[in-house]
C-alpha cells in the first residue's frame, strides 16, 4: 500500500493517532505521535508515516520494540518545527513588522495590566506614581514587541499563532469599539438617555468604547491563533 493510499485510508494507524480514534501504540506514544507531528520536515513526512504504519505489532496489539518507537519520537520532539512553505522563512524586515505589531498590542495589553496591578497588587503608595504606571506598560509593550519579532525573524508555530493573534486583536479592537459606540448611541437615543453636558458621550469615549475595543479584539485574538495555529501544517 503506497504512502497516499494509507494516508486516505481510515484505518491508518496515522490518522487514528490524529483524530484520537482509539489506541494505537498506546497512550503515551500516541501522544509523543502528535506533539512531533509539526518537527517532521515536509520532505520527510512521508517517510516517518510509514515508518509509523510498518512498526511491527503483535498479536494482541501491543507494540513491538516500543523503547526504539520511544527514542525515534523522542528524537523528533527536540528538534525544532519545521516552517511550512506558507509562512516562508524569517526575515530582518518581517522582524521590524513583528516589533511594530507587537507594540501596537502591548499599549492596550500594558494599560490593562496597569489597571490590574494598581487595584490588585501595587501598595498604595505607589498607586499614584506615574513613573511605575509607565513602567508597567513600556514592560508589556517590549514582550509584546519581543514575541513579534521573534516571529518575524524565526517563524515557529507557537509565534505563528501569536502573530495572527496580535493583528486580529488590533483590527477587531479598532472595529468593535466603533461598533459598540454606534450600539451605545443608538440605545441612548432609543431610551432617551440625557445628553446634557456631555456626560453621555465621555461614557461611550472613555467606558464604552474602550471594552468593547477590548472585548471584541480579544474575542477576535482567540479565533485567529486557534485558527493560525491549525493552518501551521495545513498548507
Same mark, same amino acid.
Request: include cysteine; charged fraction near 15%; proline fraction near 6%.
Given at each position: 500500500?503506497?504512502?497516499?493510499?494509507?494516508?486516505n485510508?481510515?484505518?491508518s494507524?496515522?490518522?487514528?493517532?490524529? *483524530?484520537?480514534q482509539?489506541r494505537?501504540?498506546g497512550?503515551?506514544?500516541d !501522544?509523543?505521535?502528535?506533539d512531533?507531528?509539526?518537527?517532521?520536515?515536509?520532505e $520527510?513526512?512521508? &517517510?516517518?508515516?510509514?515508518?509509523?504504519?510498518?512498526?511491527?505489532?503483535?498479536?494482541?496489539?501491543?507494540?513491538?520494540? &516500543?523503547?526504539?518507537?520511544?527514542?525515534?519520537l523522542s $528524537?523528533?520532539?527536540? !528538534?525544532?518545527? %519545521?516552517?511550512?512553505?506558507?509562512?516562508?522563512?524569517?526575515?530582518?524586515?518581517?522582524?521590524?513588522?513583528?516589533v511594530?505589531?507587537?507594540?501596537?498590542?502591548?499599549v492596550?495589553?500594558g494599560?490593562?495590566?496597569?489597571?490590574?496591578?494598581?487595584? &490588585?497588587?501595587l501598595?498604595?503608595?505607589?498607586?499614584?506614581?506615574?513613573?511605575?504606571?509607565?513602567?508597567?506598560?513600556?514592560?508589556?509593550?517590549?514582550?509584546?514587541?519581543?514575541?513579534? $519579532? *521573534?516571529?518575524?525573524?524565526?517563524?515557529?508555530?507557537?509565534g505563528?499563532?501569536? !502573530?495572527?493573534?496580535?493583528?486580529a486583536?488590533?483590527?477587531?479592537?479598532?472595529?468593535?469599539?466603533?461598533?459598540? %459606540?454606534?450600539? $451605545?448611541?443608538?440605545?441612548?437615543?432609543?431610551?432617551?438617555?440625557? *445628553?446634557?453636558?456631555?456626560?453621555?458621550?465621555?461614557?461611550?469615549?472613555?467606558?464604552?468604547?474602550?471594552?468593547?475595543?477590548?472585548?471584541?479584539?480579544?474575542?477576535?485574538?482567540?479565533? &485567529?491563533?486557534?485558527?493560525?495555529?491549525?493552518?501551521?501544517?495545513?498548507?
Amino acid at each position: 500500500m503506497s504512502i497516499m493510499e494509507k494516508q486516505n485510508n481510515p484505518e491508518s494507524r496515522y490518522d487514528r493517532i490524529m *483524530r484520537g480514534q482509539g489506541r494505537v501504540f498506546g497512550p503515551t506514544l500516541d !501522544a509523543m505521535v502528535r506533539d512531533v507531528d509539526a518537527r517532521v520536515p515536509p520532505e $520527510a513526512s512521508g &517517510a516517518h508515516r510509514e515508518i509509523l504504519e510498518s512498526w511491527p505489532m503483535a498479536p494482541d496489539g501491543q507494540v513491538i520494540d &516500543a523503547e526504539a518507537l520511544f527514542d525515534h519520537l523522542s $528524537a523528533l520532539r527536540v !528538534a525544532p518545527e %519545521a516552517v511550512p512553505p506558507h509562512v516562508g522563512g524569517g526575515s530582518s524586515a518581517k522582524a521590524a513588522a513583528g516589533v511594530i505589531l507587537g507594540a501596537l498590542v502591548g499599549v492596550p495589553l500594558g494599560s490593562l495590566a496597569y489597571f490590574i496591578a494598581h487595584a &490588585a497588587l501595587l501598595p498604595y503608595a505607589m498607586r499614584g506614581s506615574d513613573a511605575v504606571m509607565w513602567f508597567i506598560i513600556a514592560s508589556v509593550i517590549g514582550v509584546c514587541g519581543a514575541v513579534g $519579532a *521573534r516571529q518575524g525573524w524565526q517563524p515557529s508555530r507557537l509565534g505563528y499563532a501569536l !502573530a495572527r493573534a496580535m493583528l486580529a486583536f488590533v483590527l477587531g479592537a479598532v472595529v468593535s469599539a466603533f461598533v459598540a %459606540a454606534f450600539v $451605545a448611541d443608538a440605545l441612548g437615543s432609543l431610551f432617551q438617555v440625557s *445628553r446634557m453636558e456631555g456626560a453621555f458621550a465621555m461614557g461611550i469615549v472613555f467606558t464604552i468604547m474602550p471594552a468593547g475595543g477590548f472585548l471584541g479584539g480579544l474575542l477576535c485574538a482567540i479565533w &485567529a491563533g486557534r485558527h493560525g495555529w491549525r493552518r501551521w501544517r495545513s498548507s
